[in-house]
């Protein structure tokens, strides 16, 4: 009581600093450990562990291992959108299919910067709970939306034919997680920029078909 500032110090670190320092090194431990151990043999202890924290420090955090596991999805899936969306800004009355194809260069990658994030992405998070399973559906709803409004701004510009695109969407989505799940798990590594080339074209090529 009454030290003042330097009641919040620790070894000249702000206390507020090492709180976001233990944050940081909980997330990593678990993006570490959940793709490679895997979720569900990964226990609260293992992550303290890891982290150099201890478990009453991981509870000031987050309030089970599960709540960890939404935070890295959405930040893979914000890194992702955020990567995109300026992108999409920049590019203005480019050409529709430019937009596409430079939007999903960018979106590749965000995901394939570090190969953990597919791996946490298509394989840890599908079915552990209902609450992933709602963020993991907003998630995908975000990019259909994103995705058929491009297919209709291509269709506007006479690229590819006046349709309901929604549908087409939903299976590039879907395209886009198989091909980012097989690159993941691929040995040796797939380059990156084969798995762009590929997309690119599978998106193309379900766009402009004939309606």
């Given at each position: 009581?009454?030290?003042?500032?330097?009641?919040?110090?620790?070894?000249?670190?702000?206390?507020?600093?090492?709180?976001?320092?233990?944050?940081?090194?909980?997330?990593?431990?678990?993006?570490?450990?959940?793709?490679?151990?895997?979720?569900?043999?990964?226990?609260?202890?293992?992550?303290?562990?890891?982290?150099?924290?201890?478990?009453?420090?991981?509870?000031?955090?987050?309030?089970?291992?599960?709540?960890?596991l939404l935070e890295l999805h959405a930040?893979?899936?914000?890194?992702?959108?955020?990567?995109?969306?300026?992108?999409?800004?920049?590019?203005?009355?480019?050409?529709?299919?430019?937009?596409?194809?430079?939007?999903?260069?960018?979106?590749?990658?965000?995901?394939?910067?570090?190969?953990?994030?597919?791996?946490?992405?298509?394989?840890?998070?599908?079915?552990?709970?209902?609450?992933?399973?709602?963020?993991?559906?907003?998630?995908?709803?975000?990019?259909?939306?994103?995705?058929e409004a491009e297919c209709d701004r291509?269709?506007?510009?006479?690229?590819?034919?006046?349709?309901?695109?929604?549908?087409?969407?939903?299976?590039?989505?879907?395209?886009?997680?198989?091909?980012?799940?097989?690159?993941?798990?691929?040995?040796?590594?797939?380059?990156?920029?084969?798995?762009?080339?590929?997309?690119?074209?599978?998106?193309?090529?379900?766009?402009?078909?004939?309606?």
């Amino acid at each position: 009581m009454g030290q003042g500032p330097q009641s919040r110090m620790y070894r000249g670190v702000d206390t507020e600093q090492r709180r976001a320092e233990r944050r940081e090194r909980l997330l990593e431990a678990a993006l570490d450990e959940f793709t490679t151990r895997g979720y569900h043999k990964t226990k609260i202890a293992d992550l303290c562990a890891r982290a150099g924290v201890s478990t009453r420090n991981f509870y000031e955090k987050f309030a089970s291992k599960e709540a960890l596991l939404l935070e890295l999805h959405a930040h893979v899936n914000t890194l992702a959108m955020q990567r995109m969306r300026p992108v999409l800004d920049s590019l203005g009355d480019a050409d529709a299919l430019t937009r596409i194809t430079t939007m999903l260069d960018e979106f590749v990658a965000a995901v394939t910067a570090d190969p953990r994030f597919p791996r946490l992405n298509y394989v840890e998070v599908p079915g552990i709970s209902q609450a992933m399973e709602r963020q993991h559906r907003d998630w995908f709803n975000r990019y259909t939306d994103l995705i058929e409004a491009e297919c209709d701004r291509a269709a506007a510009a006479g690229l590819a034919p006046e349709r309901d695109y929604r549908l087409t969407a939903i299976a590039l989505v879907g395209a886009v997680t198989g091909i980012l799940r097989e690159w993941q798990a691929h040995d040796p590594p797939m380059p990156a920029d084969a798995v762009a080339n590929e997309i690119r074209q599978v998106f193309v090529a379900a766009i402009t078909r004939p309606a």
